[in-house]
């Protein structure tokens, strides 16, 4: 727990199947905060984005995929005025190539997704809960990367490319 935040259990389960699991069947996994700002739970079942390929060239192609998905999701939410923005921690597992020798990589992140349009509570909030969840999750080892705009999730892959994350 961090700032009065608890982390509800189903978050250490789903990030166990998610990161020891021997057949991975999740791509992403994305936790928010809920609606009384005093748990971090996990998101609706839409956010939880599957894997089908995994270290191999398809499971490159699936990445690419799966990151317009997650766009997709955030663009409806920032263009749904009825819909609340909130900020989520998201984990993914991405398949690439390196630039420089085209050799095949996988890795484990967190985006910690907080947009401009969320309001002030929740941003607050969430940037003092992030190291509880992090600590709650069993064995967590994952780069952590801060995004506040979709143009810094389209500039993920191409910096993982280039080895500069």
């Given at each position: ?14 990030w ?14 994305t ?5 009384t ?116 999730i ?12």
């Amino acid at each position: 727990m961090s700032s009065g935040v608890a982390v509800d259990a189903a978050c250490n389960e789903m990030w166990k199947v998610f990161h020891g699991a021997t057949v991975k069947t999740r791509r992403v996994i994305t936790f928010r905060l809920n609606d009384t700002f005093d748990a971090i739970i996990p998101e609706s079942y839409e956010w939880q984005l599957p894997l089908t390929h995994i270290n191999d060239i398809d499971g490159v192609e699936e990445t690419k995929e799966t990151v317009a998905k997650l766009k997709d999701l955030i663009v409806r939410e920032i263009n749904d005025e009825k819909t609340i923005q909130e900020p989520r921690w998201i984990i993914m597992y991405l398949d690439y190539n390196m630039a420089e020798d085209k050799r095949l990589t996988g890795k484990e992140i967190m985006l910690k997704w907080c947009p401009d349009g969320a309001a002030d509570k929740s941003k607050i909030t969430f940037a003092s809960s992030s190291k509880g969840l992090t600590d709650a999750l069993d064995g967590f080892k994952a780069l952590v990367v801060q995004a506040d705009k979709l143009a810094e999730i389209d500039d993920l892959l191409p910096r993982f490319r280039k080895g500069l994350l």
